[in-house]
């Protein structure tokens, strides 16, 4: 049974070794019943096909000291001529001042602001704004091996898989997470185990906000309101 990647499944009750009580949105490849563990729910398309995580998101903060970094780095592997073709040739206006005050390198590629000047202040915690007609080149940066590189040490990047509206504009979330996930779910084949990882985490974390991720693409976060147990727990958005 194959359903649309759109047709999520809200999730009132995880069962791993006992009942994990959440309400998390997972990928329709996720088929719940209550009397089902979780290595059951999944199906083997979901297993091979499109990598289940679940991942701390981080504060934006994480992220803010690599972005003049980042910046370089792409322009560097595409150039300024490439990067005006695409329009993404801004420059940052505290850069300019700063250099006709002080008198500052002129070369302007170092004052390109290509990814930074796509992201705008997000309305969670953890989330930047690109608006959704600006995805594609955020992506195209993103994709480029020096950009990865150039990323702060255990600090991973993922879109929401869904667009929302704010507004008169369309935006797709970019989450700031942890790169390693605290639970995947290759470890589904455990649901002791799982359970244990599980509330082990979440005890640790209560008040941060956990993102899950489908196939590099986060589906769903929410934020820790109590350890979950295997005695239920509640995970509110």
Known sequence: MRLSRRDFVP???????????????????????????????????????????????????????????????????????????????????????????????????????????????????????????????????????EVQRALPRNVSLHWEAELIGLGQRTYRRLYVTEEDAFVTGDMLEDATDFSRRFANFTAQHIGDRIAIVLDGDIVSTSVVRAEIATRGAVVGR
């Open 11 to 145: 999730l009132l009750t995880i069962v791993a070794g006992g009942v994990i009580g959440a309400f998390l949105t997972l990928s329709p490849r996720v088929l719940w019943s209550p009397s089902e563990d979780v290595a059951q729910q999944l199906t083997p398309e979901a297993r091979t096909e499109e990598p289940l995580e679940f991942k701390l998101v981080l504060p934006v903060t994480e992220l803010e000291s690599a972005l003049a970094r980042i910046d370089r780095q792409i322009v560097e592997a595409l150039g300024v001529d490439e990067l005006r073709a695409l329009g993404r040739d801004t420059q940052d206006p505290s850069q300019d001042t700063q250099n006709l005050i002080f008198g500052g390198d002129t070369d302007q590629s170092l004052n390109l602001r290509p990814f930074t000047s796509l992201l705008a202040s997000g309305d969670v915690e953890g989330a930047y704004l690109v608006a959704a007609e600006d995805v594609e080149d955020a992506t195209l940066f993103l994709g480029l091996p």
